[in-house]
């Protein structure tokens, strides 16, 4: 499975991004798509997961009431709509995958199989 993520830059406090990863080979077996994010000197923590049989949603605290995560199931991609961005969110945003008929924990690192290229997002104050 190969992920392609798109849609980071620079935007000023209080602005919109929207990311979007589209996942392509063997994504028959879909579980879910999440995004992870690393700023600079931290560890990668999770940002939001959506599962792909019943679109169960999982968000981060820090995330909640800012940011919404969406899929469209015939172009395997998931997208993450941020909005009233802050200087905090600035970070690295990776999108990941997670496959197999089983269930995992989709908000940690281990939930997922393959990762994409990070995509980097800068909010300005």
């Known amino acids: 499975v190969q992920l392609q993520a798109y849609g980071g830059g620079l935007v000023q406090a209080g602005g919109s991004l929207r990311l979007s990863c589209a996942a392509s080979?063997?994504?028959?077996?879909?579980?879910?798509m999440g995004w992870f994010r690393q700023a600079p000197g931290k560890e990668r923590e999770f940002v939001s997961a959506?599962?792909?049989?019943?679109?169960?949603?999982h968000q981060s605290d820090s995330v909640r009431g800012r940011f919404t995560i969406s899929r469209d199931n015939a172009l395997n991609t998931v997208y993450l709509q941020m909005n009233s961005l802050r200087p905090e969110d600035t970070a690295v945003y990776s999108c990941?995958?997670?496959?197999?008929?089983?269930?995992?924990?989709?908000?940690?690192?281990?939930?997922?199989?393959?990762w994409g290229q990070g995509t980097l997002v800068t909010v300005s104050s």
């Open positions: 080979g063997r994504t028959g077996s879909t579980y879910a």
């Open positions: 990941a995958w997670s496959g197999g008929y089983r269930i995992v924990d989709v908000t940690t690192i281990s939930g997922y199989d393959y």
């Open positions: 959506i599962v792909w049989s019943g679109g169960m949603i």
